[in-house]
């Protein structure tokens, strides 16, 4: 779409603001969403929403942990002239019955807009800007997912292959699968950021030892133990493949996992 403007929600978090930067850089006109954004957007305060879609005809959508896609913002984006719709949502999400994302990636095909759908895998960056981060620097996390392998995907390369289906013919009625180049333990990860940072990082892989660190962080076993059933499917689905998503729609070469953490840890990401 020659003449759109793009409305990015999340724009402050990982993939957003990636999205953001790399669709500035093109010259797309960006609308930069969220409560703390450029444009004021909040999925709790519907009031919000016509203000932050004036103007756009296509739209970055993507929901916070925990929250889900609003169907009601939906229309009201595509009523106020949204033509193309790309989502993020997630890899594994029918395996981990992932119903808040089943739901969105369904409000989307249903939207009456071309979609397109970004399923990445586990994100790098949940290690230096995520939810792992508290943790790496503690020197111990736990996830319950023993030795199987995941295939990281920088966000970076989520955000290229975003902004391709957002400014692109031809990737309607797609669903991507989004990964980087190789499939690693979390072990093997935490081996690897431990050594870019310069300290010791271990990883626990049993149900016992997560909900061991999620109590230890405030989460009672009671909020963390429905969580176990969607990572034991994951676990036994064994080993994931890398795709060729990103070499094929974003046209570049997904980021290597130890390329990420040195460049993260030369960023003074684990430092202090
Ligand atoms: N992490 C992974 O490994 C992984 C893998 C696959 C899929 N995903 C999916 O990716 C999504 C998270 O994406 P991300 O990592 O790019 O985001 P993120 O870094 O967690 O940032 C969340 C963004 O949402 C905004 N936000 C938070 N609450 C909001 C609200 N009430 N209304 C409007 N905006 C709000 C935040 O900005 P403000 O605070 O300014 O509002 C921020 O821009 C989740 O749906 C997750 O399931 C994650």
Sequence with gaps: MADSTVLVLGSTGSTGRRVAGQLRSRGVPVRAASRSGEVPFDWSEPRTWEPAVA????????APHELPVDPAFVDVAVGAGVRRIVLLSSRAIE???DRR???AESTVRGSGAEWTIVRPDWFNQNFDEGFFRPAVMAGEFAMPLGDVRQVFIDADDIAAVAVAALTEDGHGGQSYEVTGPEALSFGAAAEIIGSAAGRTVRYRGSPEEYL???EAIGVPRASAEPALAGFAALREQGDGEPTDVVRRVAGRAPTVFAEYAAAAAARGAWAG
Excluded: E, I, K, S
């Design 55 to 62: 103007g756009a005809t296509a739209m970055y959508l993507m």
């Design 95 to 97: 395996v981990m019955d």
């Design 212 to 214: 061991a660190a999620q």
């Design 101 to 103: 994302l089943l739901a």
